[in-house]
């Protein structure tokens, strides 16, 4: 699913070719994205920390869940976009997740799920050029995603309404996807991120993020084959923000089984805390991340 000789052309090329768009594109464009992009942008009232919602207590009940898919599309780049979401009253915060190379966000049901029946809206759309099953793949594309995530963030705030709370957003990814995510932070930084996961991740280049400092929660196997253990170290090795490292010793590119559950646990309470601003699921993180002994867990939030 995930090709590792992709990934080694992400990052010789992508590299290059990120930092030739820089300079050459729209200021409201991370990267190489098309001037399209809704993405929200710092400004004066930026807070300098985007700390976690007012103390509160996240939802304690198992929602059930409603799934649909929107055909969204920035300019003529198509994201038909799944959609998880709690019945219920809400508002509810927004995760946006963003897909590996060569796979799709039905791929992650198993993580998506879990956090959806805790509470969160999860809006997951395929990208154009790098999804399972796209008719023209191209992992450079990478560097145009984090501009089309910003743009479904604004859709589906306006699609769901009062479902959404618009105050509390945050973005997630695998892979491909953690290099999304960590673009979302980065450049033209998405001012309305609260928090964010990087799943087996890494940047295309080394640059600091921008932007308020926000709560990251990173996950890693040191087993990985396809993104290295010490290229997403050093991230969050670099990163001044809060931040949290999951790591497994013995894990690789794709989590599943126990290790899956535990970074399903660890994460829905991460968010339950930066988003509910729930301490006491704060509290909860380390032992959920020491479950059956797979992985440790360095805790600097």
Same mark, same amino acid.
């Given at each position: 699913? %995930?090709?590792?000789?992709?990934?080694?052309?992400?990052?010789?090329?992508? +590299?290059?070719?990120?930092?030739?768009?820089?300079? !050459?594109?729209?200021?409201?464009?991370?990267?190489?994205?098309?001037?399209?992009?809704?993405?929200?942008?710092?400004?004066?009232?930026?807070?300098?920390?985007?700390?976690?919602?007012?103390?509160?207590? !996240?939802?304690?009940?198992?929602?059930?869940?409603?799934?649909?898919?929107?055909?969204?599309?920035?300019?003529?780049?198509?994201?038909?976009?799944?959609?998880?979401?709690?019945?219920?009253?809400?508002?509810?915060?927004?995760?946006?997740?963003?897909?590996?190379?060569?796979?799709?966000?039905?791929?992650?049901? !198993?993580?998506?799920?879990?956090?959806?029946?805790?509470?969160?809206?999860?809006?997951?759309?395929?990208?154009?050029?790098?999804?399972?099953?796209?008719?023209?793949?191209?992992?450079?594309?990478?560097?145009?995603?984090?501009?089309?995530?910003?743009?479904?963030?604004?859709?589906?705030?306006?699609?769901?309404?009062?479902?959404?709370?618009?105050?509390?957003?945050?973005?997630?990814? %695998?892979? +491909?996807?953690?290099?999304?995510?960590?673009?979302?932070?980065?450049?033209?930084?998405?001012?309305?991120?609260?928090?964010?996961?990087?799943?087996?991740?890494?940047?295309?280049?080394?640059?600091? $993020?921008?932007?308020?400092?926000?709560?990251? $929660?990173?996950?890693?196997?040191?087993?990985?084959?396809?993104?290295?253990?010490?290229?997403?170290?050093?991230?969050?090795?670099?990163?001044?923000?809060?931040?949290? @490292?999951?790591? @497994?010793?013995?894990?690789?590119?794709?989590?599943?089984?126990?290790?899956?559950?535990?970074?399903? +646990?660890?994460?829905?309470? @991460?968010?339950?805390?930066?988003?509910?601003?729930?301490?006491?699921?704060?509290?909860?993180?380390?032992?959920?991340?020491?479950?059956?002994?797979?992985?440790?867990?360095?805790?600097?939030?």
């Amino acid at each position: 699913m %995930h090709r590792r000789t992709l990934i080694k052309t992400l990052v010789a090329a992508g +590299a290059a070719a990120s930092a030739s768009a820089c300079s !050459a594109q729209p200021a409201s464009t991370p990267t190489t994205g098309s001037p399209t992009t809704s993405a929200a942008k710092p400004s004066a009232t930026t807070p300098t920390t985007a700390t976690p919602s007012a103390a509160a207590t !996240a939802p304690s009940r198992t929602f059930a869940l409603k799934t649909s898919q929107v055909a969204f599309a920035r300019g003529d780049r198509p994201l038909p976009t799944t959609i998880w979401r709690p019945t219920g009253d809400g508002p509810f915060p927004l995760i946006l997740f963003s897909h590996g190379l060569t796979a799709r966000p039905r791929d992650y049901a !198993a993580m998506i799920t879990t956090w959806a029946k805790a509470g969160f809206v999860v809006a997951a759309p395929a990208y154009p050029f790098t999804a399972g099953g796209v008719s023209e793949f191209n992992p450079l594309d990478v560097v145009n995603q984090p501009a089309d995530a910003s743009y479904v963030i604004t859709q589906v705030v306006k699609r769901l309404g009062d479902t959404v709370d618009a105050e509390r957003i945050a973005a997630a990814g %695998h892979s +491909a996807g953690g290099i999304t995510t960590l673009g979302m932070f980065s450049g033209d930084r998405d001012a309305r991120l609260r928090a964010g996961l990087v799943l087996a991740g890494r940047q295309i280049i080394a640059t600091p $993020l921008t932007g308020a400092a926000t709560p990251l $929660l990173f996950v890693h196997g040191k087993l990985d084959n396809t993104i290295a253990y010490a290229d997403g170290r050093s991230v969050f090795d670099a990163l001044k923000w809060p931040k949290a @490292f999951l790591t @497994f010793p013995r894990g690789g590119h794709v989590a599943s089984g126990r290790s899956l559950d535990v970074i399903s +646990a660890t994460s829905r309470d @991460f968010w339950r805390w930066s988003l509910y601003g729930d301490r006491s699921a704060k509290s909860r993180l380390t032992k959920d991340a020491a479950e059956d002994n797979l992985a440790t867990f360095t805790n600097r939030l």
